[in-house]
């Protein structure tokens, strides 16, 4: 089957990557599934910092690689073995599929599937097969998704299927950046109603952590403060229900003091500043991927002394088919607007632009579609 797919085959790509083009939009021959697999015909994906860091070298993958691993499509032909999902039926991507088999799959979602993490790294799919080639040879699978195309075939595991009235971009961003900084809140914080939280780093996965905070908490009392050095994404939070917000410097000349605080930027001096404004007895969780290399620096001392715990959360320590069902539940009744978080809607054709847009931290969500694109 020819589709289209924007291919990366340098990195790291040097900025501005609307003069660089990193990514190559081009035309690529999909093989059908496999046994265990689907196709999908991909509706809406969007563009997420996991996606900018393969590009600017912070996360090594094999090259030539298709990029995008948060989309939702429609189900359009199962491989075999795959009785549980039907064409026609729209499904949500996850970026790391769970065997159910491995020593980390029983930790209730704490710890990454060991199988999965494997066959990411390595870009191709659980099954050890890559289903995609171009015209100068085989092209690797992101994250088991490759999203950023018009038709993507994906493990039956790397998908769970949402209600049809759920629309294409609002299922999208449910995979990624609501299941992990909802997954941040809810699964590594334990957020009771009625605590306070803090959030630092308001990007898509910190604004999906504002907005799914606001959802648990609020109602009884608790308040939601949204911490970013950004005028205009402190201006968004406040849009989203945020009770306070502050730039860092603010947020310590305040005082600002919770139990709960997520630190979602991704960076050593967020995690620090995440650490500062954790309450006595209260929990970090730390939910940003930082360059490999980076480094911070703590006071050991205050996290004895106050018996304050640091969480490492990756995908929100979740397990998509228990989560994600729980979202699209909280999305239907009203009390996790996802669609606030989409920033503009773009073609496949305009992704390098939105490299930009993203790097700048100019945008939250930006979700490109793929209406008449195949």
Not at 317 to 346: H, M, N
Request: some cysteine; overall charge negative; aromatic content about 2%.
């Amino acid at each position: 089957m020819k589709i289209t797919g924007a291919v990366l085959r340098t990195s790291p790509a040097p900025q501005p990557y609307a003069q660089t083009r990193p990514l190559e939009i081009t035309e690529l021959e999909l093989e059908p599934p496999g046994d265990g697999e689907v196709l999908i015909r991909v509706e809406a994906a969007g563009l997420c910092h996991s996606d900018l860091s393969v590009i600017n070298g912070n996360r090594p993958r094999p090259l030539p690689m298709l990029l995008g691993h948060e989309a939702a499509g429609i189900v359009e032909a199962v491989g075999g073995g795959v009785s549980d999902l039907r064409e026609g039926q729209r499904v949500v991507t996850v970026f790391l599929p769970r065997c159910e088999r491995c020593d980390a799959c029983r930790t209730g979602g704490k710890m990454p599937c060991t199988e999965g993490t494997a066959t990411n790294t390595a870009g191709v799919l659980p099954s050890g097969a890559s289903r995609l080639r171009d015209a100068r040879g085989a092209v690797n699978h992101h994250l088991g998704v490759s999203g950023f195309a018009t038709r993507a075939v994906v493990d039956r595991r790397s998908v769970v299927p949402v209600g049809d009235d759920v629309p294409p971009e609002v299922a999208a961003v449910l995979g990624c950046a609501v299941l992990t900084g909802g997954g941040a809140v809810k699964n590594a914080g334990s957020l009771e109603p009625g605590q306070d939280v803090i959030v630092v780093g308001l990007g898509g996965v910190g604004m999906a952590a504002l907005l799914t905070a606001i959802a648990i908490t609020a109602p009884a009392g608790g308040r939601v403060i949204g911490v970013d050095a950004n005028d205009e994404k402190l201006e968004t939070a406040r849009e989203l229900g945020a009770h306070e917000t502050a730039s860092p410097a603010q947020a310590a000349e305040r005082g600002l003091k919770a139990p709960v605080v997520v630190e979602a930027a991704g960076h050593p001096r967020a995690f620090e500043t995440a650490v500062a404004l954790t309450a006595p007895g209260g929990v970090t969780v730390t939910a940003g991927l930082p360059a490999p290399n980076a480094t911070s620096t703590i006071a050991p001392l205050g996290i004895t002394a106050e018996a304050r715990s640091i969480v490492g959360c990756y995908l929100g320590s979740a397990v998509p088919s228990r989560d994600i069902p729980e979202y699209e539940r909280l999305w239907r009744a009203g009390a996790l607007p996802v669609e606030k978080l989409t920033t503009s809607t773009i073609r496949l054709g305009q992704l390098n632009e939105a490299l930009d847009r993203l790097e700048a931290g100019q945008a939250i969500r930006q979700i490109i579609r793929f209406d008449d694109e195949g």
